[in-house]
């Protein structure tokens, strides 16, 4: 297929060792969603005011329920995120974010892939959505010039039905990829070379956590030089995520630092992401349609 900009952007994150320069910088990069218009922010600040409205101090009793803050229409709390005590690693500064009609997303390139393959291009749409990064504890006494990321999450209220297909649309996707070969380019510290990269998704577990819920596992390898036959000497990129459903709500969770499964002891690090995918599930039932 011919190169694609987007191809080589990402495989350019994925074969090279991310640092983040400055937290501000990693605000803004954390923030993967477009910022909407004017008038769409003052959309969710009306959201945000007719859900305060509605708590009130108990002895007087809620007011009757309004259309937007029932099961389905309401905007996802923070209450529905991972909390710090979630993660078994110590977690400093949460950088978040909330949006509007953000598409769903778990894995750019294995989007590309089936949109490759012929398969439907668009993500469902999301009517509300939040994001968070959380980044490590800062350690007394150490120089930290670059903070490290521990673990992202993206949470996205979907249509019903479109919620209830999102995981066997993503098992789809995976087995029609098998190992996809794309045009990009490798990079190192000295020097950038066209290559191409075989990409393989496979689904290592599945229904370990809430209604449903995948391990999704990728694996990026740099292919022998067609002239030469060389192998270009790249090791294998290897990352996962995991994606839960609830009700309506799909949370894609994308463990990094510590929690890399592509470290030793892998095993027990996808033991963690399990139990992590687990509190998320719980944390996901306090705003999810239909409730558990």
Same mark, same amino acid.
């Given at each position: ?6 191809? *080589? ?22 923030? #993967? ?6 008038? !769409? ?20 009793? $809620? $007011? ?12 996802? =709390? ?26 769903? #997303? ?5 989007? !590309? ?13 999301? #009517? ?9 504890? *800062? ?7 670059? $903070? ?74 740099? !292919? ?21 459903? *609830? ?6 969770? *994308? ?34 349609? =239909?409730?558990?």
């Amino acid at each position: 297929m011919p190169d694609d900009v987007t191809l *080589v952007e990402a495989l350019h994150r994925d074969l090279r060792t991310v640092r983040w320069a400055e937290p501000a910088e990693i605000r803004a990069t954390a923030r #993967r969603r477009s910022r909407r218009a004017a008038a !769409l922010a003052a959309v969710s600040v009306v959201v945000v005011a007719a859900l305060a409205a509605t708590m009130v101090d108990r002895a007087g009793g $809620p $007011p009757p329920p309004a259309a937007d803050t029932l099961p389905g229409y309401a905007e996802i =709390p923070v209450a529905a995120m991972l909390a710090p005590g979630d993660v078994p690693v110590p977690t400093g500064e949460r950088l978040a974010d909330s949006s509007l009609d953000e598409p769903a #997303r778990v894995d750019d390139l294995l989007q !590309l892939c089936g949109k490759a393959q012929g398969l439907p291009a668009e993500e469902p749409r999301s #009517r509300y959505s939040r994001s968070q990064t959380m980044l490590a504890a *800062v350690v007394a006494g150490k120089s930290q010039t670059t $903070p490290e990321v521990v673990i992202t999450q993206d949470l996205y209220r979907i249509e019903p039905d479109a919620a209830r297909r999102f995981i066997g649309d993503l098992e789809h996707r995976v087995r029609a990829c098998g190992a996809w070969q794309a045009a990009g380019q490798a990079y190192t510290d000295r020097e950038r070379t066209d290559a191409r990269v075989e990409h393989r998704w496979t689904i290592a577990e599945s229904g370990f956590a809430g209604d449903q819920a995948v391990l999704l596992r990728h694996t990026a390898t740099v !292919l022998p030089d067609a002239t030469t036959g060389q192998p270009p000497g790249y090791p294998p990129v290897f990352e996962s995520r995991v994606v839960v459903r *609830v009700g309506d709500l799909v949370s894609v969770l *994308v463990p990094a630092g510590a929690l890399r499964t592509d470290l030793p002891d892998a095993q027990v690090r996808e033991a963690q992401m399990r139990e992590v995918a687990r509190a998320a599930a719980a944390r996901m039932c306090v705003a999810a349609n =239909p409730g558990c």
